[in-house]
């Protein structure tokens, strides 16, 4: 029942209006190279959602216990508990955002009905932190309850979304290791600055040419899989993806710019008799 009710989440298509709409705002706000990268969690090597939604969760979570155990002796605690949670509710859900504005279609739905539950349910814990300062703690406890149980849901959602959709998950992670040096081209395919894809082992590998130097990475992009053969050079030694429009250095796959939050594979490439030979880079 719960699968069949992600799914008509995902193919409500009359939110699409409203999810184009806020994914463009996000964008704006998240341009800025800094921004991006410190939401996105390239610093961390993963995504920086996922772990700050442990503290709200937590937080709101031990608010309810507290109520259900201790009552009003514990009213206090409970109550700097659920602060607690709206405070780190603030940076997650900034996380949350700039991770979303890159999806679309099913994965959008479901994630804009995944934050306008948690928004209602910080709402919630506002209304029971206020209602709890002015005494009133049975009403409290019943707004965190029912905020608790929105969380949940948006909870369930969001797992939905990283481990039965894959959003947020390194799409290069199960890629084979070749370790031996693999003809894949002729020289001559490859033209000054634009990438070349080639296949070596079954994986796909993007080879640039840039200033007489060669580098090779992983086609992949460890984001949400766009192919990087078909970026562009952004900057010196770097390589942006089309889709998403992260940024990775050709020298070692570090990512420049997110969202990517993951190094790209790199490879080993050199020329011999006019053919091209790539091999993995031992991790």
Same mark, same amino acid.
């Given at each position: 029942?719960?699968?069949?009710?992600?799914?008509?989440?995902?193919?409500?298509?009359?939110?699409?209006?409203?999810?184009?709409?806020?994914?463009?705002?996000?964008?704006?706000?998240?341009?800025?190279?800094?921004?991006?990268?410190?939401?996105?969690?390239?610093?961390?090597?993963?995504?920086?959602?996922?772990?700050?939604?442990?503290?709200?969760? @937590?937080?709101?979570?031990?608010?309810?216990?507290?109520?259900?155990?201790?009552?009003?002796?514990?009213?206090?605690?409970?109550?700097?508990?659920?602060?607690?949670?709206?405070?780190?509710?603030?940076?997650?859900?900034?996380?949350?955002?700039?991770?979303?504005?890159?999806?679309?279609?099913?994965?959008?739905?479901?994630?804009?009905?995944?934050?306008?539950?948690?928004?209602?349910?910080?709402?919630?814990?506002?209304?029971?932190?206020?209602?709890?300062?002015?005494?009133?703690?049975?009403?409290?406890?019943?707004?965190?309850?029912?905020?608790?149980?929105?969380?949940?849901?948006?909870?369930?959602?969001? @797992?939905?979304?990283?481990?039965?959709? @894959?959003?947020?998950?390194?799409?290069?992670?199960?890629?084979?290791?070749?370790?031996?040096?693999?003809?894949?081209?002729?020289?001559?395919?490859?033209?000054?600055?634009?990438?070349?894809?080639?296949?070596? @082992?079954?994986?796909?590998?993007?080879?640039?040419?840039?200033?007489?130097?060669?580098?090779?990475?992983?086609?992949?992009?460890?984001?949400?899989?766009?192919?990087?053969?078909?970026?562009?050079?952004?900057?010196?030694?770097?390589?942006?993806?089309?889709?998403?429009?992260?940024?990775?250095?050709?020298?070692?796959?570090?990512?420049?710019?997110?969202?990517?939050?993951?190094?790209?594979?790199?490879?080993?490439?050199?020329?011999?008799?006019?053919?091209?030979?790539?091999?993995?880079?031992?991790?």
């Amino acid at each position: 029942m719960l699968q069949q009710l992600v799914r008509r989440i995902e193919g409500l298509h009359q939110l699409d209006g409203a999810c184009h709409a806020t994914a463009a705002w996000v964008a704006r706000a998240t341009r800025p190279r800094a921004v991006k990268n410190a939401l996105s969690g390239n610093w961390l090597g993963h995504p920086l959602h996922p772990v700050l939604t442990d503290l709200p969760i @937590g937080a709101w979570t031990m608010a309810t216990l507290v109520d259900v155990t201790c009552g009003p002796v514990g009213a206090t605690a409970a109550r700097r508990l659920v602060g607690a949670g709206l405070i780190a509710a603030l940076p997650t859900a900034a996380a949350g955002a700039s991770d979303w504005s890159d999806s679309y279609g099913p994965e959008q739905r479901a994630g804009f009905v995944h934050a306008v539950c948690n928004a209602t349910a910080t709402v919630l814990q506002a209304c029971s932190w206020a209602t709890r300062r002015r005494g009133r703690h049975a009403t409290g406890m019943a707004l965190s309850g029912a905020g608790l149980g929105l969380t949940l849901a948006a909870a369930y959602l969001g @797992g939905h979304l990283s481990f039965v959709r @894959g959003v947020g998950v390194n799409h290069a992670a199960f890629q084979e290791s070749v370790g031996d040096w693999t003809d894949v081209a002729a020289v001559t395919d490859l033209g000054d600055g634009r990438p070349l894809r080639v296949t070596a @082992g079954g994986v796909p590998v993007v080879i640039v040419r840039d200033n007489d130097s060669l580098s090779a990475l992983s086609a992949t992009c460890t984001h949400a899989g766009g192919p990087l053969d078909e970026g562009t050079l952004d900057g010196e030694g770097c390589l942006r993806c089309p889709w998403h429009g992260s940024v990775f250095r050709l020298a070692d796959g570090s990512v420049v710019r997110g969202p990517a939050s993951v190094a790209a594979p790199r490879w080993e490439v050199r020329a011999d008799d006019g053919r091209l030979f790539v091999r993995s880079v031992p991790v």
